[in-house]
């Protein structure tokens, strides 16, 4: 068994033995590499790749995104559901124009939500 196929064993257990909170942290840890990996490609006159990087992350997003509880009272999903949104036409934006200046706004963003999410959940515990 190859390396590559190793990886995606491990990566495969972990998703499905993680609880659905850790899986929104690693959805969001997923989007943060995708973004910042696709501006080094951007940076490295590599379209292909950043391509296919904003797109996992775009698909991260839409996820992300889908997994919102609407029934929660409150303005926080709906928030949410905006600043995806958001995100989202950001890396479409780049994507279509590689233009790696639209990336570190939304690895920001996405480090944030990352950061109260661990918080949150950290203190649920």
């Known amino acids: 068994m190859g390396y590559e196929n190793v990886k995606k064993s491990y990566l495969k257990n972990q998703v499905m033995s993680a609880s659905p909170n850790k899986l929104i942290e690693m959805l969001y840890q997923g989007a943060i590499k995708s973004v ?3 501006g080094l490609a951007i940076e490295n006159d590599n379209p292909k790749k950043a ?4 797109v996992r992350a ?3 997003l839409m996820e992300l995104k889908g997994s919102l509880n609407t029934e929660v009272g ?3 999903p709906e928030n949410l559901e905006s ?3 958001f995100m989202y036409q950001q890396l479409v934006k780049a994507n279509m124009n590689k233009d790696q ?3 570190p706004p939304v690895v920001k963003m996405l480090t944030e939500l990352l950061d109260a ?4 959940t950290t203190e649920e515990k």
């Open 36 to 38: 910042k990996i696709a």
């Open 51 to 54: 391509h296919k990087e904003l």
């Open 58 to 60: 775009q698909d991260i």
């Open 74 to 76: 409150g303005d926080v």
């Open 83 to 85: 600043l995806y949104e």
């Open 101 to 103: 200046t639209l990336l």
């Open 117 to 120: 999410w661990t918080q949150i």
